[in-house]
């Protein structure tokens, strides 16, 4: 049976670019390094911010944000690491936005700070729409969600500098064909770099590890 | 080190409450029962309609309406079981609404057709904000995205009548606590049915045709 399209259009964005240039001059002035990473619901934003934590602690000044809907859960598990980390609870807003980051930007002590991470909240749709003032923007598609989501959700992966395909050891349990993957962000995005990692197990990580090293110097 | 709290209200509805309930009676009139599927991207919600439109398609005349920000991959899929299906493409919106149910009840013949699933945008945010007029509202968490889902994304689970449990298939792979996602949802929701299921091996999905049954009688 053939199938209609009924195409909706609604005015979805705020005059939000403003103050993402106004985040973007405060953290150039300070020396810092804002990265953005988005992805779906337990995609692994955290264990891979865990990770990078770890890697590079002892070398470099890092301060997160955490963006939720609710509850403090991220957060807690990032400062345990003795991080500081601002919570934005949103209180049922979708994303982040350049006002939010500039109210935690505010409580930063930006002058002693490397690199400022932002853990988004988990939704492949909106946080690709309101700019932050971060340097680049990171994506997480983990391997239960499957291969088709650069077609479902074209906005989020144009947006990305680097795609992590992430959760690599379940591969095996899950029909993900990577190289249509990779091909369908390639096509959005020729210049993503798309990596393969498992923020659990580890594999995979010196790679993202060492685009962030190039990224910082 | 301690985690700062920043509370940020931001105003996301609209007037759609009065669209919805428009919707219902138009639904009533005709005898149709609506269902409104939610999800995050990828956790089963296209399998498990097409599972349910398997068992039933004999027995009743069932109808699909599909939203999605761009693409017609899941409409395309549904239609090739020979079932209407409506695509709406909501240009960017994270979210259905009721005006855009609306238009797509407007092109079913509702006096022939006795279920409408609706298969929401993948998204555990929006889409339990905007009622849409539908008689029961089911969602679907996916093994992978974790436990913790219902203390992070709580209106989600509090709206839901049926939380069904995807991807038991790959339970043993995932450290996921059944025990703890019930008893969370049961806290927000202590009347929601909670069903462990495969929409793709099949393992569970009688408790859930047996639930659509009783609700459609």
Known sequence: MSVKVLNVKEDILGANEEKAKKNRELLDKNHNILINIMSSPGAGKTSLIMQTINRFKDKISIAVIEGDIASTIDADKISSQDIPVIQINTAGACHLDAIMIEKALDKLALEET????????????????FALGAHKTI??????EGDDKPHKYPLMFTEA????????????????????????????????????VSAKTGEGLELWFSWLEDMLK
């Not at 994506?139 to 239960?144: E, G, I, T």
């Not at 029909?175 to 390639?186: E, G, L, N, T």
């Open 114 to 129: 490397d690199l400022v991470i932002i853990e988004n909240v988990g939704n492949l749709v909106c946080p690709a729409e």
């Open 139 to 144: 994506m997480l598609l983990s391997v239960p």
């Open 161 to 196: 500098d680097v795609v992590l395909v992430n959760k690599t050891d379940v591969m095996p349990y899950f029909d993900f064909d990577i190289k249509a993957f990779s091909a369908a962000v390639s096509g959005l995005n020729p210049s993503a770099r798309i990596l393969p």
